[in-house]
């Protein structure tokens, strides 16, 4: 294939510029790694900056030898699972429908969902309604309440809608019902969508603390953001607490911050790479015999 | 009827319905307060007064909010618990908060009907919202059956103070902690080392606070010497006592009290507060004071101090023992030492600002309903107003975790540790056995109060004890609407005058224009606030 | 095989010509019966929405009463628009939902481009494993908690932080960005950019391997550069998906950042820095006036409902795409 010399210096620029931004995007994230393994004057003296200077690694032992850590980690873990699960469920089936131009009442009911996104009732009503029905301090308050995000559902319906209408039609002369085309065609070629909305609900379910804060008063129960977000109020408003003002106690809130963000973000960063394989291109070829 | 209608309607039907029945619910207790409690005595004692330990004739349950910190984890095991069962027959069904959150789901537990019995951690001025809906109870009505709380009030003379808290109907709601004398805590502090070293005495007053500053900057051109934390609030607010004001932290509703006429005036249309603004212009326009103060995080202005690229700092008695354990890190040992100086005099004279009310605690109306209503209140009394209680609260059981020796000195048992007490052990008295927790231990006589302080905090209290307290405002009983105008005047005035301020301070604006200022405020609505707080004042 | 456009044009296949127009053909019973199965894909989702979102919404009437905290939740008595008039007549208000919108604005003018030329930028790019890498590197800030986000700003910002180093380097003088109203909107948008860019790649290369390979196969041969692929290809290609986010965006615009504006303004740059929601914030910290805040709410709401509604209409009008 030829290239012409305009394609060749545009794609030495584009480097270059992809390079710049990875850096600017990259270096705030290694200076944070880096404090989270440094000692606490080397970190107030300001001089850390990619590499962690006066390896120390008392935060990060502090809170892994913290039980109560692990456990509101495998808390998180099982929210976002489950979670993300229902979200999934609940986006796609919706999502599959709405996509249908056909379905008499479409516009009615894309309103309702889209009418949802812009109002809602307030967190005492949404408290009330929550306790009343008995889901306090259960994983249900956790799980249920953001579960469909209108955001992603019209994303990934606006993605459904613009699948070719032959592949479904090819599958119902086959014999598919509805159900089957959902299932057979329609989603084995949606991965990348998929993909993504697994992703987003993922992430969002892994960070959020405010359901938890809102609907959980056992300890036992809650998420490890909010482990980690107390642990960082703790540090920071020392004075307010009666903090114990010892040497453990200011290294502690000298890297807290950037301990709890590395410790918070690890997981996702593992994540992503197994994800990141359904955004090859290619994913619909073949699929339709012309 | 088509689908759609049908559809439609049954969901109005249904919203309705749960409206209706919602609307029609009326939690609302009655206004007038149940005095006669006869049947309300389940599980209390018949006679108890100042001085006798409390213990309920039946065992009882009380639920109770706790703020959960996490330097002191909230643990239900704490030796904290069962003693208090075992000497009161009460037991505390707690709904644990964190802390850096409580005041938001305490307002959202108390709004949606779920608040527990007990409210603590609550700071006077806080229970305003919940009262026109009766949601909280007005325990003025029932202190008679408080007698610690009443000695307490009589003996330190704060019933000053106490009335400030009264609402239009002339009944209070917030238990307050009690202080025997002022607490002050927040000051500057200073590299005490480099002033010897340069034979500068420690400052006084401002204007001497002023001139080291300048003798500083002589000697080492280089460094800005006073850069704050806090965002500068910390200084303007305990500043601003010493010079006659309201400042900072402490500007609060921005209206001063003028004893000779009787009547308030907006704060920063006083002279008292302009001439505080000029004189931290001054500091800043000498290039004594970092302009930054005002706007940089606290970790930025820590630091400069801990390296040395500036000498004072605000702090208070924490954070200082906080940047001196840094600091032995950064600088090293032996080439530094760092001490708050007493809080500088100011054209006030020897006066600061502050109030001997602390933090306290509301009771939800639901207990009025309680037939262990009494009790509760006995309870209250002992635990967090009689000696004892405070004592149990703070230092925990005697012989266990600590002990007492014959003129009162209070020690702790050889192997707990708090607050850099008694550093050689390993159990901490906070952590470990739940007392000297913010949500139990608070107030209390000075003795008590100091019994925890390190030496060189406890000298510094006793050197400010010659301070006067500034004079007590008196209430403002806003009626529920008043209050509602009132805080919507209040807030954008306030940010008008904290813009001001630090651009005046900061040279943004020329202080010549203060007086144009005044008009501003005036423009603002600040005349409208005043005479509304004036008119409410005097009925 | 046409491009990857919106199919209105099928629908009209649906009717069968030779049957009379009778109304039974598209009546209720009639589609029921036909697509019962997707209907039955609708009941989960809307039953979600009538429990988890509208019957809550029912508590949006203490904006039309009074409410009080501990009391009725559903408020104690009617007070009409009481509480829209007090925000209307407040000056405060106004001059805040000024920097709201402008604010919103900007993020939208900056934050939803650049996304779009990363994702075509990357997408350009030949080594594999270089792609992968700038990609997973580009999301990572959308992770930084918003605390170290606003530190970090402060800190980069600050008299001598790295910004005015490379300021008095090149021989000028710093300038305190912080305490500067006129600053704030550049700082924030831009650490809004910083934060967003990659994360909002992610939905458009996703979208990118939808486009079919032949298309830019029929491209080449047809002659057209990499350039020209780029601008007949691959752009028509993620169309549907720009102006769905673009919609999607205009909507919520006015929910500019709580938290960072909370941690990053102060009272010098209250002027531009002053949103809606922190003004409701240190009002609400007084006074929880839940009805003020819930009038404001609604307020907001009606504001974003409009301007979806208008962006879905204009949108098809002139695109022929939209949301619905």
């Known amino acids: 294939m030829k290239v012409s010399r305009s394609y060749k210096t545009f794609t030495v620029v584009n480097v270059v510029v992809l390079l710049v931004i990875v850096f600017v995007t990259l270096y705030p994230f290694i200076n944070i790694i880096a404090q989270s393994f440094s000692s606490e004057s080397f970190i107030r003296s300001g001089v850390v900056n990619l590499f962690p200077r006066g390896f120390n690694v008392d935060t990060y032992r502090l809170i892994l030898a913290d039980d109560t850590f692990w456990i509101n980690y495998r808390n998180t873990v099982t929210y976002t699972v489950v979670g993300t699960a229902i979200s999934m469920v609940l986006t796609t089936t919706f999502a599959y429908a709405l996509a249908k131009k056909r379905l008499k009442g479409r516009g009615f009911f894309i309103g309702i969902a889209v009418f949802t996104m812009f109002f809602n009732g307030g967190l005492i009503p949404n408290y009330v309604l929550i306790s009343s029905m008995g889901l306090t301090n259960t994983i249900w308050a956790i799980v249920l309440p953001n579960a469909l995000n209108i955001f992603n559902l019209l994303i990934m319906k606006s993605f459904f809608e613009n699948m070719p209408d032959e592949l479904e039609e090819a599958a119902s002369i086959d014999g598919l019902n509805t159900y089957g085309i959902l299932w057979r065609i329609v989603l084995p070629l949606s991965k990348a969508v998929l993909a993504t909305m697994i992703l987003f609900y993922a992430v969002a379910n892994w960070n959020s603390w405010f359901q938890a804060f809102l609907y959980l008063d056992k300890q036992e129960l809650y998420p490890v953001t909010m482990y980690l977000r107390n642990m960082i109020a703790g540090a920071t408003t020392g004075s307010a607490a009666g903090a114990v003002a010892d040497a453990d106690s200011t290294q502690i809130a000298s890297n807290i911050k950037s301990v709890t963000m590395v410790l918070t973000v690890l997981p996702i960063l593992l994540i992503y790479p197994f994800v990141q394989k359904y955004f090859v291109s290619g994913v619909m070829l073949g699929s339709v015999k012309q | 009827m088509k689908p759609p209608a049908l559809r439609v309607a049954a969901a109005l039907m249904l919203f309705g319905l749960t409206g209706a029945l919602l609307t029609a619910c009326d939690g609302r207790p009655s206004e007038d307060a149940e005095l006669n409690l006869d049947d309300k005595m389940v599980g209390a004692m018949e006679e108890y007064g100042v001085g006798d330990a409390f213990t309920a004739t039946e065992a009882l349950e009380f639920t109770t909010m706790f703020s959960d910190s996490p330097t002191y984890p909230y643990d239900s095991d704490w030796a904290f618990y069962q003693k208090l069962q075992e000497m009161t027959n009460v037991s505390l069904d707690t709904t644990v908060i964190p802390a850096s959150d409580y005041a938001q789901k305490r307002s959202l537990l108390i709004s949606s009907g779920n608040s527990p019995l007990i409210i603590p951690k609550t700071y006077p001025g806080e229970e305003n919202p919940f009262i026109s809906s009766g949601a909280i109870l007005p325990i003025s009505d029932y202190v008679e059956y408080m007698p610690n709380y009443e000695e307490k009030l009589e003996k330190w003379e704060l019933d000053e103070e106490v009335d400030a808290l009264r609402q239009e109907n002339g009944k209070y709601y917030v238990l307050p902690g009690l202080h025997e004398e002022l607490w002050p805590d927040y000051s500057i502090a200073v590299r005490t080392d480099i002033y010897e070293e340069n034979g500068i005495a420690l400052p006084e007053t401002w204007d001497e606070f002023a001139d080291s500053l300048e003798q ?134 020897d006066v600061i600002g502050g109030s001997r009310l602390e933090n306290g605690l509301m009771l939800s109306s639901a207990a009025a309903k309680s037939e262990n209503f009494v009790a509760l209140l006995q309870f209250i009394d002992w635990l967090y107003y009689s000696d004892e209680g405070q004592e149990f609260a703070k230092w925990g059981i005697e012989g266990e975790t600590f002990t007492k020796a014959a003129d009162g000195t209070r020690t702790l048992a050889t192997d707990v540790t708090f607050n850099g007490l008694n550093p050689a052990g390993t159990q901490d008295l906070r952590n470990v056995y739940g007392f000297s927790g913010g949500n139990f231990a608070y107030g209390g006589t000075t003795d008590l109060l100091r019994s925890t302080m390190l030496p060189e905090e406890v000298e510094w209290q006793i050197a400010m004890e010659s301070r006067e307290q500034a004079k007590v405002e008196p209430a403002i009983p806003y009626s529920e609407i008043e209050r509602e105008q009132v805080t919507l005047l209040s807030t954008p005035l306030k940010d008008y005058v904290d813009q001001n301020t630090l651009r005046f301070i900061l040279g943004q604006r020329d202080l010549s224009e203060y007086d144009t200022f005044i008009s501003e405020l005036e423009g603002k609505g600040a005349t409208t606030y005043v005479d509304l707080a004036n008119a409410t004042y005097s009925k | 095989m046409s491009a990857i456009l919106t199919r209105e044009a099928s629908v009209a296949k649906e009717d069968p010509p030779r049957t009379p127009p009778r109304k039974r053909a598209t009546g209720w019973r009639f589609m029921l019966r036909r697509d019962w199965q997707l209907y039955s894909l609708l009941v989960l989702p809307i039953l979600f929405l009538l429990i988890f979102r509208y019957l809550p919404m029912i508590g949006n009437v203490i904006a039309f009463r009074k409410f009080q905290p501990g009391g009725n939740i559903f408020g104690e008595y009617w007070v009409g628009l009481d509480y829209f008039k007090l925000f209307i007549n407040d000056p405060t208000f106004w001059s805040v939902f000024q920097n709201t919108i402008t604010l919103g604005a900007l993020t939208l003018l900056f934050s939803f481009p650049m996304p779009i030329i990363f994702a075509l930028l990357l997408n350009e790019l030949r080594f594999t494993k270089l792609k992968k890498f700038v990609q997973s590197a580009s999301y990572l800030p959308h992770f930084l908690s918003v605390v170290i986000i606003a530190g970090m700003t402060l800190q980069l910002v600050s008299l001598n932080g790295t910004i005015n180093q490379i300021i008095t380097r ?147 009008r002139i695109v022929g795409t939209s949301l619905w």
């Open chain 2, 216 to 349: 500083l900057k002589t000697i080492y051109p280089d460094v800005t010497p006073y850069s704050d934390r806090f965002k500068g609030n910390s200084v303007l607010n305990f500043g601003a006592g010493t010079f006659g004001t309201y400042g900072g932290w402490g500007y609060g509703d921005g209206l001063t009290y003028n004893a000779d006429s009787d009547d308030f005036a907006y704060t920063a249309a006083s002279d008292e507060y302009k001439t505080m603004v000029e004189y931290f212009h001054d500091l800043v326009e000498r290039g004594l004071m970092d302009p930054e103060s005002f706007t940089q995080d606290d970790d930025s202005a820590i630091q400069k101090f801990v390296t040395g690229d500036s000498f004072a700092i605000g702090a208070n008695s924490q954070t200082i023992v906080s940047n001196r354990a840094t600091m032995t890190e950064t600088l090293g040992a032996d080439n530094f030492s760092i001490a708050k100086i007493q809080v500088p005099k100011g054209p006030a004279g």
């Open chain 3, 170 to 316: 090149i021989g000028g003088d710093p300038i305190s960005f912080m305490q500067s109203a006129e600053w704030f909107r550049t700082i924030y948008v831009a650490s809004d950019v910083w934060q967003t860019m990659g994360w909002g790649a992610i939905l458009y290369l996703a979208a990118l391997t939808t486009i079919d390979e032949t298309l830019y196969e029929a491209a080449r041969i047809d002659g057209a550069n990499r350039w020209q692929q780029t601008l007949h290809v691959t752009l028509p290609g993620i169309a549907p998906m720009i102006v769905t986010l673009l919609i999607l965006n205009i909507g919520t615009f006015m929910a500019v950042g709580f938290e960072k504006i909370l941690l990053l303004y102060n009272p010098l740059i209250y002027t531009t820095a002053d949103v809606i929601s922190t003004y409701l914030y240190r009002i609400g910290l007084q006074s929880s006036n839940f009805s003020y805040a819930t009038a404001i709410g609604i307020f907001e709401s009606v504001i974003g409902l409009t301007l979806i509604l208008s962006a879905n209409f204009i949108s098809r």
